[in-house]
C-alpha cells in the first residue's frame, strides 16, 4: 500500500522560504509515476502546484512556477516542494499525492494527510 | 489553461436519493477526467479516473461519464458516508486543474 506523509514548518513569515517534504513508503519512487503537490486554502478548492517525475522532468503550475522548485530523491523515497517569497496568500493546506499511470491514465490515486501551513509575521 | 466548471454547486438530497453532478472542461480533454470526494479536515479520495473507470475499491454505486467536454459523476443511492465535496479534475493538459467542488448536503 502506497502512503505519502509530508512535513515541514507550520509557520513561515512573509517573504520567506516554505520547504516540505514528503517521505513516501511501501512503493519504489524510482518507478512509473509522477509526484506532486496540491495546496488549499481555506474554505477554497485545489489547485495544482507542480509534478515531477521519477527522471526528475518537473512541470509547474505557470501561476506559480517563478517561485517553485520541487526535487526528488529516489534513493531515500522522499520528495521536496520549495516555495519561495510567500505571502499570506500562499496560507493552504499543503498535500503530497502521487500521479500513478493506468493504461496511460496518469491522475492523483494516492494522496498524503495534508498539512497546514500558515504564512505570517 | 483549461477550466472545470461543475454545477452544482452545492446541492441538498436525502438517504436513498440518485445524484448527478457535472463537470465542463472550457475545450476538449478527451476522457482525462478524474473524480475525487473530499471530507472536511481530510485529503480527498480518488474515485474515477479515465472518466468513467473505478478505482480499486471505489463501490459501484459511483458512477463517471462522459468525454470531450461534458462529464457527470453519479452517486445511484446516496448513504450518510457519501455527503461530502465532490471535484473534478483533467489530465489531459498542464497545468492540471480542478474544478470548483459540489458540496452534497443532507436536505
Known amino acids: 500500500q502506497v502512503q505519502l506523509q509530508e512535513s515541514g514548518p507550520g509557520l513561515v513569515k512573509p517573504s520567506e522560504t516554505l520547504t516540505l517534504t514528503c517521505a513516501v513508503s511501501?512503493?519504489?519512487?524510482?518507478?512509473?509515476?509522477?509526484w506532486s503537490w496540491i495546496r488549499q486554502p481555506p474554505g477554497k478548492g485545489l489547485e495544482w502546484i507542480g509534478s515531477?517525475?521519477?527522471?526528475?522532468?518537473?512541470y509547474y503550475n505557470p501561476s506559480l512556477k517563478s517561485r517553485v522548485t520541487i526535487s526528488v530523491d529516489t534513493s531515500n523515497n522522499h520528495f521536496s516542494l520549495k516555495l519561495s517569497s510567500v505571502t499570506a496568500a500562499d496560507t493552504a493546506v499543503y498535500y503530497c499525492?502521487?500521479?500513478?499511470?493506468?493504461?496511460?491514465?496518469?491522475?492523483?490515486?494516492?494522496w498524503g494527510q495534508g498539512t497546514q501551513v500558515t504564512v505570517s509575521s | 489553461d483549461i477550466q472545470m466548471t461543475q454545477s452544482p454547486s452545492s446541492l441538498s438530497a436525502s438517504v436513498g436519493d440518485r445524484v448527478t453532478i457535472t463537470c465542463r472542461a472550457s475545450?476538449?480533454?478527451?476522457?482525462?477526467l478524474a473524480w475525487f470526494q473530499q471530507k472536511p479536515g481530510k485529503a480527498p479520495k480518488s474515485l474515477i479516473y479515465?472518466?468513467?473507470s473505478l478505482q480499486s475499491g471505489v463501490p459501484s454505486k459511483f458512477s463517471g461519464s462522459g468525454s470531450g467536454t461534458d462529464f457527470t459523476l453519479t452517486i445511484s443511492s446516496l448513504q450518510p458516508e457519501d455527503f461530502a465535496t465532490y471535484y473534478c479534475?483533467?489530465?489531459?493538459?498542464?497545468?492540471?486543474?480542478f474544478g470548483g467542488g459540489t458540496k452534497v448536503e443532507i436536505k
Open positions: 475545450q476538449g480533454i478527451s476522457n482525462y
Open positions: 511501501g512503493y519504489s519512487m524510482s518507478s512509473d509515476s509522477y
Open positions: 515531477i517525475y521519477h527522471s526528475g522532468s518537473t
Open positions: 499525492a502521487r500521479r500513478g499511470g493506468y493504461e496511460g491514465h496518469y491522475f492523483f490515486d494516492y
Open positions: 479515465a472518466a468513467s
Open positions: 479534475q483533467q489530465y489531459n493538459f498542464y497545468p492540471l486543474t
